[in-house]
């Protein structure tokens, strides 16, 4: 386990020293994000179905990447450890398909149908303004949401939990950090919108190089910002961030007994390893010092 020192770099810091490890990162994301949704944009055009819902079905796919983006940022944001950043980012992919497949379905449903509701309320709010305040009510759900997905990602690369326990979990930290979620979802809404106005205003030739730009480092910066704003309240009510050690290495059984049955952390050191306790049996959030 990796000592850190009492001067480690900030996070924003650590974003510029680093900036291009961080930067392959955001290519080893962005470029299949990119590859899938054109497939999806051209077999929307194809079928003559050609409208964003249909595009961002890409995101589907896409979304299996992004537990390898997400594990590198929260090394190099939150642990200080600079680890390499192909296969870091190629593991996690690989150990987490499963659930971020899931996930992916689950962000493309909370998009598309937020996307869908606040335009209809929108345009019935012309005509009645008591459906103005629905919008109003649902912006507030979506944002709810929104900060829920924060925590998502992170949560399922770092925590071996179940999927219910792991939105559960998400949304009870939407309301025990509030403050400092809204200052994320602010941050974000910042960055997406540079991005949206970049789009908007680049014109002839530079809109490519617009494109590409907003692609590369969007989900990078996005993702960066709330990684490094989440990860101290995550951790204070759910743990450090641990790499359990593999089944395939070999623990020393009598010390892990030992020590297993003098504790009740879910984390152990044996042989100078960070372990799993095997007697613990508590799901998270489940002690009295979890959320408030």
């Given at each position: 386990m990796k000592n850190k020192s009492a001067a480690s770099p900030c996070a924003f810091v650590v974003f510029f020293k680093k900036l291009p490890q961080l930067l392959l990162a955001g290519l080893l994301f962005s470029v299949p994000m990119a590859a899938c949704i054109a497939i999806f944009a051209a077999a929307a055009f194809l079928s003559g179905f050609n409208n964003i819902l249909v595009w961002g079905l890409g995101m589907i796919p896409a979304t299996l990447f992004l537990p390898g983006l997400v594990m590198v940022i929260r090394k190099y944001a939150v642990e200080k450890a600079f680890v390499p950043v192909v296969s870091t980012f190629f593991r996690a992919v690989k150990d987490n398909l499963k659930a971020f497949l899931v996930h992916g379905v689950i962000i493309y449903a909370i998009c598309a149908c937020s996307s869908f509701a606040i335009m209809y309320y929108y345009t019935m709010a012309q005509k009645d303004i008591v459906y103005g305040y629905i919008m109003t009510l649902y912006v507030l759900f979506t944002a709810a949401l929104a900060i829920m997905l924060f925590y998502v990602p992170l949560m399922s690369v770092t925590y071996e939990?179940?999927?219910?326990?792991i939105?559960?979990?998400?949304?009870?930290?939407?309301?025990?950090?509030i403050l400092w979620n809204l200052l994320t979802l602010?941050?974000?809404a910042v960055v997406c919108a540079g991005a949206f106005f970049a789009l908007v205003f680049a014109k002839g030739a530079l809109f490519p190089f617009?494109?590409?730009?907003?692609?590369l480092l969007c989900p990078?910066?996005?993702n960066?910002?709330?990684?490094?704003?989440?990860?101290k309240g995550m951790q204070e009510n759910v743990g450090s961030f641990v790499d359990v050690i593999s089944e395939a290495e070999p623990v020393d059984e009598e010390r892990l007994a030992a020590a297993s049955g003098n504790t009740d952390d879910e984390y152990i050191f044996i042989n100078g390893k960070m372990v799993k306790n095997p007697s613990f049996t508590s799901s998270f959030l489940s002690r009295e010092d979890r959320l408030d």
């Open positions: 939990l179940k999927l219910k326990d939105y559960k979990n998400s949304m009870l930290l939407v309301f025990g950090k602010l941050m974000v617009a494109v590409a730009l907003v692609a990078l910066i996005v960066y910002i709330i990684i490094s704003m989440v990860s």
